[in-house]
């Protein structure tokens, strides 16, 4: 069975940091193109960042550019998102997914890739 599980997630003040961690059971990651999303309460779902499986290639949003990095740790089945210098807008539930990653699209996952559960960040003081 696949699992695609997320946490890190918190409240934090803003200018703090976090770094959410998207862990893989039944795929290996480093076969996939691994995206980040985010949705806040009555806004549409936002791609944020994602990871390219085949050049390890990176994509990111405006809003978060130079403030966010992805990675991935392969030995642990795991993608990361490091969230610094964040700011009350970068409030929202934070999904991952398997999906594709393209420097022109960025991010892009329906309902046929998979998804973890989601982690509620929270940025506020």
């Known amino acids: 069975q696949v699992q695609l599980v997320e946490s890190g997630g918190g409240l934090v003040q803003p200018g703090g940091s976090l770094r959410l961690s998207c862990a893989a059971s039944?795929?290996?990651?480093?076969?996939?193109?691994i995206d980040w999303f985010r949705q806040a309460p009555g806004k549409e779902r936002e791609g944020v960042s994602c990871i390219s499986e085949s050049d390890g290639s990176t994509y990111y949003a405006d809003s978060v550019k130079g403030r966010f990095t992805i990675s991935r740790d392969n030995a642990k089945n795991t993608v990361y998102l490091q969230m610094n210098s964040l700011k009350p807008e970068d409030t929202a539930v934070y999904y991952c997914?398997?999906?594709?990653?393209?420097?022109?699209?960025?991010?892009?996952?329906?309902?046929?890739?998979?998804w973890g559960q989601g982690t509620q960040v929270t940025v506020s003081s």
């Open positions: 997914a398997t999906g594709s990653c393209t420097e022109v699209a960025g991010p892009m996952a329906d309902e046929y890739d998979y």
């Open positions: 039944g795929l290996t990651l480093d076969d996939f193109s």
